[in-house]
């Protein structure tokens, strides 16, 4: 299974949460105190808009986020042949039941060719939210897809708070969609700014890369170290700077190569004010990474 970025993983607590899934009245019911310490859940600060569908559903209906404004969206990136996709279907069509006057599942089919087919395996399965085929436009504008199934949490506004690639237990979800619903949660909601996990335009604020040993540079080293990583573009054709193409694909031995040598230049930098002769301890050769496929490649199930 492919790694990406630091989506949230909510191990042991949400297993225990499960018995809260798509009832609402009785999630409501059992939320015990004790229970909202159990699990942490993480929202952008300061989203971003979410970029515009541009798609027609398989009824030939036009796809518009803003005509979900004031409701939660799950915008499902998913594909027929992918089987966590699968496995998750059920739990999105108990959840678009439970909670349709505020929640909106959409699902975006990726690499798909056949519509006709398309349309078989979702009146075969029941879906009971609008699917559509994702163009290329509305796969780059959210981040490439570099693996499947690949879920954006919309908020009320139409931003971004989250995303999680892979198959996730269904009670994340809906944990998540509750708490920008106001509605109470076993769970603590915290805030983190996006440094390249959703958005990969972002990656220009990390201070830390997937792989990217910086550990024994001086602060000013590492700022030109990762100034270098967001000027330079990588040449494994991704078509994504260094601090990019570390985030969106840790396996790449091109990125991760070149960063190395990077630090490694970066430490020999003298500190600040010294002697142009004096050079700093070379950085270590040390770095290591996980993985996911370049925006050209078609996606991967997880």
Not at 79 to 84: H, S, V
Not at 120 to 125: I, L, T
Not at 174 to 180: C, K, N, S, T, Y
Request: net charge neutral; hydrophobic share 40%; charged share 25%.
């Amino acid at each position: 299974m492919r790694q990406h970025g630091t989506s949230l993983r909510i191990g042991v607590g949400v297993c225990a949460l499960m018995c809260l899934a798509l009832v609402p009245q009785q999630a409501e019911a059992q939320l015990q105190p004790q229970q909202q310490q159990q699990v942490v859940i993480r929202f952008v600060r300061d989203p971003d808009p979410a970029p515009d569908l541009k798609a027609k559903d398989l009824d030939g209906k036009e796809l518009s986020l803003d005509a979900y404004k004031g409701k939660v969206v799950l915008l499902n990136f998913w594909a027929t042949w992918c089987g966590p996709c699968r496995a998750e279907i059920p739990s999105l069509i108990r959840m678009q039941e439970a909670y349709k006057e505020r929640l909106q599942i959409i699902g975006m089919d990726v690499d798909d060719e056949n519509e006709e087919q398309l349309r078989a395996f979702v009146k075969n399965q029941g879906i009971n939210y609008p699917v559509a085929m994702t163009s290329d436009a509305v796969r780059l504008a959210y981040g490439g897809i570099a693996a499947l199934p690949t879920v954006f949490v919309i908020n009320r506004d139409s931003k971004v708070v989250q995303k999680h690639v892979g198959l996730f237990n269904p009670a994340l979800y809906e944990i998540e969609a509750r708490a920008l619903l106001d509605m109470p949660v076993p769970a603590r909601v915290e805030t983190f700014q996006d440094t390249g996990e959703v958005f990969l335009k972002h990656a220009d604020r990390a201070t830390m890369l997937p792989g990217v040993d910086t550990s024994k540079l001086t602060p000013e080293q590492r700022m030109a170290a990762l100034h270098k990583l967001n000027a330079e573009s990588c040449d494994c054709g991704c078509k994504y700077t260094l601090a990019q193409c570390r985030i969106y694909d840790p396996a790449c031995n091109i990125s991760k190569e070149r960063a190395a040598v990077i630090v490694k230049e970066a430490g020999k930098l003298p500190p600040r004010n010294a002697p142009d002769n004096t050079a700093a301890p070379a950085a270590p050769d040390n770095t290591a990474a996980p993985a996911a496929p370049a925006p050209a490649d078609p996606a991967k199930p997880r």
